[in-house]
Each structure stands twice: as C-alpha cells, then as structure tokens.
C-alpha cells in the first residue's frame, strides 16, 4: 500500500518536477560517441523524479523509472562492432537524440602530462595531422576538474573524430595506441583521455584505495580547505598594491623605469615559493649587470634560467629574445653591442604563467651574463610586479587524494572499457614516495577495476622513461648511491604481478633534457603490442623486452639469467657487451660491470668487486646509454636482483 501510495504521488509531481530536473545524461553519451562492443550496455542519468525513461538503441529497448532522487539506470544487450546508431532516450515530454555513435573499442587514457601530451606538439605531429582522415577514431578530452566529493556528471567534453582538424589536440600516445588497433581489428576505437599534467597517483585514487576512513578524508579536506583559504588572502593582499595592466604593453621593458613600488624577489625561482602561491599571471621582472666599455662592444650572452612558461627579455628597452611554452628549458639570449653601454644595463623580463609552478627556475647557475671572454657574473637586485594576475585555490589540486578521482574518473562509471592505458609516476619519483608507490599503484589498479566491476580489465602502463632529473643521490665520486626515478620503475614493475597487466618500457625514447619526450608513437605502439597480447588473444605476440629471472655467482663474476623471446638477448647497437650494468659485493657500493652476453644470460664482472654478490641494471634516473633488448627489439626493464 504504502509503495502505491509513493508512486501515485511521484506520478503526481512529475509534471511539476521536470521543469526543475531536465532530463540529464552523462556527457560520455554525446553525439560521435564510442560504445564498448560485447558487452551489456548500460545506460543512465537523471530525470524528474517518477518519469518514465524510455531508451531506444539498434533496435532495442529497455525502461526505468526514476527515483525519489531523479537517478534511473538500465542496461541494453551486448551489441557486436558497427554503427552509425542512433541512442533515443525519452523521458515524459523530453528526448534526447544521440547520434552518429558506434560501438568498438574503449579505451581509457589516464595520467599526467606525458599521456596529456598532444598531437601537435610530438615528434610526428606534421605527419599524424596531415594523414588523419578516419572517421572511426574517436577521443573524448576529460577537462582538468576537481571536487572534495565523487561527481555524478564530467566537467565538460566532447567527441571528435581523427580529422586534420582536430586531432592536433589528442593525446598523442592515446592516438598512436588508438591507429594501431584500428589497423589491427578493423573496428571502430574510441580513446577517453583523462589526464592532468603533473598529477600525483594519489589524486586519482579514492579514500577505500588510499586506506582512508570517510572521517579521516573529511579531516585532511577541511585541513586543506583552510590552509587553501589562508594562502589564497596571503597571495591577494600581496598583489593588491599593483593596479592591473595591459599585459601587452611593453612600458616596463623601458631602460630607465621607475620600480620603487616592484618587490624584491629570489632569482632563481618559482613566485609560487616567494610568496604569491595561487597564482597565474603575465608578470614583470627587472634587474641590472654592470660593463665596462669593452664588455659593452663586445656583446654578451644572457641566461634567464628556465622559465614557466612564456617569457620576452629586453636589455636596456630593446628585445633581445623569446620563448613559448617551454617550461625546462634554459633561456640563453644573444645580446648585441648595439643593446648595451658600459655601466649599468637593465634587463625586463616578461613572463606568462598558464598554470602550476610560475616564475623563473631552474639551476643558480642558470641565471648569468656571459662576457666574450666566458667571464660570468651573477643578476642583481630583482624586482618583481604583477601585469594581470588570477589568483585561484585551484592550484596544487592535481596532487591531493581523491580529487580528481572524483570529478574526472568517478563520472565515467560505470561506461563499459575495453581497458586502460596509464602513464603517470614522474610527480611521485621523488624520496620515499617513489618506493610507496609500488603498493599505491597496485591498489589503484584493483581499485579502478573493482569500480567498473570488472576485475580482469586489462591495464597497461608506460614505465618512465629517462630523464636527468637531478634527484639521483650520488656518492663522492660521482656514482649513483640511488635513485627515486629507477625506484619508481622498480614500482612499477611490481605491479605486473597483477593478471592482465603489461608494461611499456621507454629508457630507449627518453630525453635527458625535457621530461616530455616527443616520441610519442614508439610508446603508443609498445602499448599496442601490450593490449593486442592480453585484450585480443594474440597469444605468441612479443609485447616485452628480456625480463630479470635470477642471479649466481660464479667465481669473480655474477651470472644473470633472463626470459627472453627464443632465449635471444642482444644489444641495442649491436655487439655483445651489453652497457649499464653495476655489481657490489655485500657491502651494497656498485661500480659499474664489464657485461658479455652468452645465451640467454649476462655475464657481469668488475676488477673492483672480488666477490660480486648483487647486480643493478639502468639505475638511475637517465640511463638511456643501457642497451639489452631482445631478438625484436623492444629494451629490457631496469631492475635490481635485490633491494638494499
């Protein structure tokens, strides 16, 4: 009687209700959507509470009411690979026409900047631009969004189809990964890229996979929303005293500028560690060098450090060099005699900041002029003003447990996927975090497939590539002690005890100087060979280089066994000395090993070490130069045959 009663007043309110809850779907189910082939189809979203939803798709049908709370969901049958289809969904008086969906492959991509990375700034991206014409690829962008609370709608995001057009702006490794199985199944792919440069693991996990009780979360979020409030009114009261400006307006590049009202500021480094955390601006720095009149005719070099992101530099009001988005990479200007006079010159320095760190970084000795003779000399007395600032609490959210797990993973649930593709790890290779992320790692996997119900959903990772970070700890003579950046793919690895797992190993297409390599379609295509072997059934595909089994001893040398494809192990340039190979004895110290191959194993040996007990291979942060791959190629993993 009593559920009667609550239907006919939900029947009763539902004419009134809807004109306050419209019929609501997720953005996932937008025109040019991809759906997961093969497997029930669920279908959801809000409503006035008490309509009627009805849906419509390749001809079938399935109805639910929605509740007390406007939620209703269904599911639809399994549908082979095809289209285009139109969804229909119909609620009282409401439809929604969804069209031109397929049904393929789904692939989530997820991360941070390395998987953001777009098309159009790779190493290919000429080429991947001008020859995209396939209407069957198609990628859904996740905007940058966070929220204290699991979100039941996306920020934002669209569908696009591979076209010059548009793919400029796909992840680049998700597009690499999304052509090759195209070509390979011939089915339509669809490729949700949600990613977030920078990010911390711990940001796109939730509280259950982080080991947190819903009061111990509640007390870090309030914690944190003070500590955000306190930092956001510190940050505006400083730069309340500088009336904003045209940003394009060169008047602070003058040679002789009045800057009494400018604040001192530390050069090298982020604005956000001096103080103005919070912050994205066009800003103003100013300092001075000295010259004597033969310097002066000379010309000198000027180094402006590395600076996040955008900057122009003038030396006494005229423009001596530019750069665009290029965060970690030196500023090194050229200024001519005609720019400078013997005595003081001014140097102005516009910088634009689009988000994160700010500012000009980098290395003490990044920041200099360089006379014609080498002579350096040191920057001085910096002054710092804001153009145009927006000071937001947004900042450093990348980084915060559950944040982006709710606003940017948690919508997406329960949209069936073929698996994931994750690249991500550079923001935790730092200290201890580096080796917590091992069990971190594995319980976001198991946690990300428990939430899709699907705990054999195939996950594939990039492990990182190299990178002079800077972060190895070095002993006396320049050897590598440790190492967070070779700890973390040691972390990574760990996790391929997981079934259905499958690693991308890229030392090989690093770059020492930029955390950004631009060889995004080897890794795409690594990732490929991953999900063709344990999502397709390729079963004798090779999708890994050698793997580390086991080490003996045997007299002064130490023997490492490995599986390998065919049992062939070979080296990256040819040869049979493969390189990056360190043995110790039992007191832990390495020295680096002279390596031969025989077989399927490696013969180590150093005339500093009497009784190897241990070996490391490719330990440290950038050990590109290590060159053990197998018969096809593909490089083997750094590993270490015993933790210390």
Request: proline fraction near 6%.
């Amino acid at each position: 009687m009593k559920q009667r009663l609550f239907l006919l007043l939900l029947a009763w309110l539902a004419p009134l209700c809807a004109m306050a809850a419209p019929l609501e779907l997720p953005l996932l189910f937008s025109d040019g959507a991809v759906l997961q082939r093969d497997r029930p189809l669920p279908v959801w979203g809000s409503a006035a509470p008490g309509a009627q939803v009805q849906v419509e798709f390749a001809g079938h049908r399935a109805s639910d009411v929605a509740g007390a709370d406007g939620r209703w969901s269904l599911q639809l049958p399994a549908q082979p690979a095809g289209g285009p289809h139109v969804l229909v969904v119909r609620a009282g008086s409401e439809q929604r026409r969804i069209a031109d969906v397929l049904v393929g492959e789904v692939w989530l991509a997820s991360g941070q900047s390395n998987m953001e990375w777009p098309v159009a700034t790779s190493l290919h991206a000429a080429e991947d631009i001008a020859g995209a014409n396939d209407p069957l690829l198609r990628h859904f962008k996740v905007p940058k969004s966070w929220a204290a609370t699991p979100q039941a709608q996306l920020a934002g995001g669209q569908w696009l189809a591979a076209s010059p057009q548009h793919v400029g702006e796909f992840s680049a490794v998700g597009y690499a990964f999304a052509r090759e199985l195209r070509q390979v199944l011939d089915v339509p792919v669809g490729i949700i890229d949600s990613t977030w440069g920078g990010s911390a693991i711990e940001a796109w996990m939730d509280a259950s996979m982080l080991g947190l009780d819903a009061a111990e979360l509640e007390a870090r979020m309030a914690e944190r929303r003070a500590e955000d409030a306190r930092t956001e009114a510190a940050t505006r009261e400083r730069v309340a005293r500088w009336p904003a400006v045209d940003p394009d307006s060169e008047a602070f590049a003058a040679a002789e500028l009045d800057d009494a009202d400018w604040a001192s500021i530390a050069v090298p480094a982020l604005w956000e560690t001096e103080g103005y955390a919070g912050m994205d601006v066009v800003a103003w720095y100013r300092a001075h060098f000295e010259l004597t009149g033969a310097e002066a005719a000379a010309g000198v070099t000027l180094g402006l450090g590395q600076i996040d992101d955008s900057d122009v530099a003038w030396v006494n009001g005229q423009r001596v060099g530019a750069t665009t988005n290029a965060y970690n990479v030196p500023r090194v200007y050229r200024v001519p005699a005609a720019a400078l006079k013997p005595g003081r010159n001014a140097v102005a320095v516009r910088v634009e900041d689009t988000g994160g760190g700010g500012g000009i970084a980098g290395a003490p000795g990044e920041v200099f002029v360089e006379t014609k003779g080498g002579r350096r000399r040191a920057l001085e007395g910096w002054r710092f003003r804001t153009a145009t600032v927006v000071v937001s609490a947004d900042e450093g959210k990348n980084q915060i447990e559950t944040l982006l797990y709710n606003a940017m993973v948690h919508p997406l649930q329960p949209y069936p996927l073929a698996g994931v593709i994750w690249y991500q790890g550079e923001a935790n290779a730092r200290d201890d975090a580096a080796f917590r992320y091992r069990g971190q790692f594995k319980a976001m996997i198991e946690g990300w497939r428990g939430a899709w119900r699907s705990p054999a959903m195939p996950f594939l990772w990039v492990q990182l590539a190299a990178f002079h970070s800077g972060d190895d700890r070095l002993h006396a003579d320049g050897t590598v002690a440790d190492s967070p950046w070779a700890t973390l793919r040691e972390s990574q690895s760990a996790a391929l005890v997981l079934p259905v797992t499958a690693q991308a190993v890229s030392i090989d297409v690093g770059d020492s100087h930029d955390i950004h390599p631009r060889d995004k379609r080897t890794v795409g295509h690594r990732l490929a060979l991953g999900a063709r072997r344990f999502a397709y059934g390729e079963r004798d595909l090779v999708h890994s280089g050698p793997v580390f089994r086991a080490a003996r001893p045997q007299g002064r040398e130490l023997v490492l066994e490995f599986d390998a494809a065919g049992g062939v192990l070979a080296t990256r340039g040819g040869g049979n000395a493969p390189r990056g190979f360190e043995v110790a004895g039992k007191d832990g110290r390495f020295h680096p090993a002279e390596a031969r191959i025989e077989g399927d194993t490696v013969v180590l040996r150093s005339a500093k070490v009497r009784q190897p007990a241990m070996a490391r291979y490719a330990w440290k942060d950038d050990p590109g130069e290590a060159d053990l791959v197998g018969q096809d190629g593909l490089p083997a993993s750094p590993f270490r045959t015993q933790a210390w």
